[in-house]
């Protein structure tokens, strides 16, 4: 009885009703997570108790080269630094729970398996503090990645994805979250930041991928968080100094 009450509209060879030979290899994520977030957007005036705020994109980094340690190529799927869940009426979102349409059911690999099998070393893997936005309840936190890549020789990377530019939504007087921001930092140069979709990165050896993923958005008016909540965020480092303010 779920879908019965549903009738779905489509027009073919739109992105919801691809015409062959279009790419679907994303179709449940993407596209899946915005029209999921916007039927839940639309219908939240009238059903506040049973909406949540929006959650991180999906946004991976491929990188493809050669193990210094064996001298056997290698290509490894990043699945770590996950982005916040939304917050609901039932609580704050859930931290690093990674893309709506997943609703938190996919894990990432161990990193000491990771650092074992590939030529990359994490500096880093942490909470992102302040990322999760604010509200009655708060967003969950995404997450901070600083991942050194021991190559001997240049790799390449290729990056697929969203969530840079349009941060997670806030719902019913919540604040959004932050969005990602991806960058390929590199001895003696700037920053690189780097796009959702790109192909052939030059990776050399010695660059860091610095990843700050996105954070859910609030849910509620920031005003009725209770006085509690504040202090374990502050407590905890879940919230930046701007965050304490607030």
Same mark, same amino acid.
């Given at each position: ?112 398996? !990771?650092?074992?099998?590939?030529? =990359? ?5 942490? *909470?992102?503090?302040? +990322? @999760? &936005?604010? /509200?009655? #309840? ?57 796009? !959702?979709?790109?192909?052939?990165? =030059? ?5 860091? *991928?610095?990843?700050? +993923? @996105? &954070?859910? /958005?609030? #849910? ?27």
């Amino acid at each position: 009885g779920t879908f019965r009450p549903l009738t779905v509209i489509a027009k073919p060879g739109t992105v919801v009703w691809a015409n062959p030979p279009a790419p679907l290899t994303l179709c449940t994520n993407h596209c899946a997570q915005e029209i999921a977030e916007a039927v839940i957007k639309a219908l939240a005036p009238g059903c506040p108790d049973r909406v949540l705020a929006g959650w991180g994109r999906r946004f991976r980094i491929a990188i493809q080269g050669k193990d210094p340690r064996t001298g056997r190529p290698f290509i490894w799927h990043m699945f770590h630094a996950r982005p916040g869940g939304g917050a609901s009426p039932a609580g704050d979102g859930w931290p690093t729970a990674g893309e709506g349409q997943a609703a938190g059911g996919i894990k990432f690999g161990s990193v000491e398996v !990771t650092e074992v099998r590939f030529p =990359l070393f994490f500096a880093r893997h942490e *909470f992102r503090p302040g +990322s @999760g &936005g604010d /509200g009655k #309840y708060r967003g969950g936190l995404g997450s901070v990645l600083e991942l050194h890549a021991e190559i001997a020789e240049p790799a390449l990377a290729n990056t697929a994805g969203d969530g840079i530019r349009y941060p997670p939504y806030g719902i019913l007087g919540g604040k959004n979250g932050l969005p990602h921001r991806y960058r390929l930092r590199s001895r003696g140069r700037p920053d690189r930041a780097l796009k !959702t979709k790109e192909v052939g990165i =030059l990776v050399r050896p010695g660059d860091v *991928f610095v990843v700050e +993923s @996105g &954070g859910g /958005g609030g #849910y509620g008016d920031p005003r009725e968080r209770p006085a509690a909540a504040r202090a374990y965020d502050v407590e905890n480092e879940l919230v930046t100094r701007r965050g304490k303010k607030r």
